[in-house]
């Protein structure tokens, strides 16, 4: 995911900030199925300002609330956050948790270089 991450985020970000749109941290990223193939799409997103607006290179969406979920605080660079997913639905699956909707990566902190950013995996569980 890294680097269809690093090819995407640089131009939104610049076409945000370009259209005056006021957005903060924490960045939200969310993964779903892309439905008949073994895709996934990618969902990257930010907490809008006061006053949200459509552009035509993004769209406001609102993720719905869960109930429950399974979370992991991730500290360190995307290349080892496939090995902590893989230990957050391990965990998940033995305590016979079931999966529903799609997961999310909250980045709490992503400024400076990756082995400093902070992330919380969350998986919604029934």
């Known amino acids: 995911m890294t680097p269809v991450i690093d090819r995407i985020l640089p131009p939104l970000i610049d076409a ?7 957005f903060r941290e924490p960045g939200i990223f ?9 895709d996934l799409r990618v969902w990257v997103s ?5 006053d949200p607006v459509e552009g035509d290179a993004w769209q ?9 979920a399974v979370s992991h605080t991730y500290h360190g660079d995307m290349a080892g956050i496939g090995l902590a997913w893989h230990e957050v639905m391990k965990t ?15 980045y709490l902190y992503s ?3 990756q ?11 029934v």
């Open 16 to 22: 945000l900030k370009d259209s005056g749109v006021e």
């Open 60 to 68: 406001i969406v609102t993720l719905p609330a869960v109930e429950r």
């Open 92 to 106: 998940a699956a033995d305590a016979g948790d079931v999966f529903t909707g799609p997961c999310r990566e909250v």
């Open 111 to 113: 400024d400076g270089p």
């Open 115 to 125: 082995s400093e950013w902070i992330t919380e995996l969350q998986q919604p569980v």
């Open 30 to 38: 969310w993964y779903e199925p892309v439905e008949g193939s073994d």
């Open 46 to 50: 930010w907490i809008a300002g006061d």
